[in-house]
């Protein structure tokens, strides 16, 4: 049973930085991608983040993209998100998702979700 458990949300004021991480349990493929994705109250789901598991590619969605670095370690089963320059516009609830064969920004595209963690930010 695969498992996502992310961690290192928290309120912090605009332009303050913020490290999530992402422990994943029982997922041992060596294709597809992790992911981040965030909600926001009265949004869709936005894809904002992904990162092959041999870490050969990281792609971002333009509106994090210069500010938010994905990587991760797979000795750990651990991927994190590196949030930098946070606006008021980044609150919203964040997941770790794990996809077994593709890639991409798409939500429909990964297997497996983390319950998510929340970022606040203050103007």
């Known amino acids: 049973q695969v498992q996502l458990v992310e961690s290192g949300g928290g309120s912090v004021q605009a332009g303050g930085s913020l490290r999530l991480s992402c422990a994943a349990s029982?997922?041992?493929?060596?294709?597809?991608?992790m992911a981040w994705a965030r909600q926001a109250p009265g949004k869709e789901r936005e894809g904002i983040a992904y990162?092959?598991?041999?870490?050969?590619?990281?792609l971002y969605a333009d509106s994090v993209k210069g500010r938010f670095t994905i990587s991760q370690d797979n000795s750990k089963n651990t991927v994190y998100l590196q949030m930098n320059s946070l606006k008021p516009e980044d609150t919203a609830m964040y997941y770790c998702?794990?996809?077994?064969?593709?890639?991409?920004?798409?939500?429909?595209?990964?297997?497996?979700w983390g319950q998510g963690t929340q970022v606040t930010v203050s103007a």
């Open positions: 029982g997922y041992t493929s060596n294709g597809g991608c």
């Open positions: 998702a794990a996809g077994v064969s593709l890639c991409g920004l798409g939500s429909w595209i990964y297997n497996y």
């Open positions: 990162i092959y598991r041999d870490s050969s590619l990281a």
